[in-house]
């Protein structure tokens, strides 16, 4: 039953996104959904990434049953720049949301989110009843955002922004407000209340990313915010950095399949 009502949703939703660009309110998001699964996995790019970086896992995924969705966010990829100058972290969640409306994708829903998708994925995870489990690759979180490393990023981010506007103005519009409100992305990632049933899968790199990377600290912010639920588990992947999921994909799906089995099993 539950596979047949999302096929006939999907059906209903938007031919946009299938492969185009889905209007959000007042901007367009670009979207890719590939399957026709009973659950939906949502794709979550790190900060200056786009959806393309999930094209592989979405089609093996889409490939195994699943209905897999990737999407650019706003002034990102294909997709249109987000309204205004400033950033407000509250505003692309609204906008994934709408987009999931748009879709059609009623839940249950996975998202596997990289880097600074976990801020939005926390969100989500907080806020839509449609999200029942996440896979957090190497991703921000409560746990990691303290205010000193946010101070310590700020700092560093700032003295290159010259060379962020010089390489590309249109990346650098984007980038910079968004590094500009972390301190209040992860002040509303910290005050999020995830429920206690939704699992949390926390793949996180076992070397440093670059001198500045104190990995030590990375790592037990990532234990913190995994000591904070019954049902989240860590796992520091020796000789894995950063870019989780171009450099383990196996792992990555294994992990998904994981969590979708648990989502299937304990579907409503």
Known sequence: MIAFALAATLAAADPACRGGMVDVGDYGLHTTIEGEGPVAVVFE???GNDGTVWADMAARLAGRGYTSLRYDRAGLGQSAPRPGDAYDVDNEVAA???LMDRCGVEGPVLIVAHSYGGMIATLMAARDPRVKALLMLDATNAGTENPARIEK?????????????????????????????????????????????????????????????DLEEWQS?????????????????PGMGHKV????????EASALQLLD???RNAD
């Open 45 to 47: 790019s790190g900060n």
């Open 96 to 98: 994934l949301r709408g």
């Open 153 to 213: 990023l700020l700092t560093l981010s700032r003295a290159r922004y010259q060379e962020l506007r010089d390489y590309d103005r249109d990346l650098a519009a984007h980038i910079i407000p968004l590094m500009e409100a972390w301190g209040d992305t992860a002040a509303k990632a910290r005050a999020a209340a995830i429920p206690d049933e939704i699992p949390i899968y926390l793949l996180v790199r076992g070397i440093a990313g670059s001198p500045d990377d």
């Open 221 to 237: 912010g990532m234990a913190a915010f995994a000591a904070g639920g019954p049902r989240r588990y860590m796992v520091v992947a």
């Open 245 to 252: 999921a171009a450099e383990r994909p196996d792992w990555v």
């Open 262 to 264: 648990y989502i299937e």
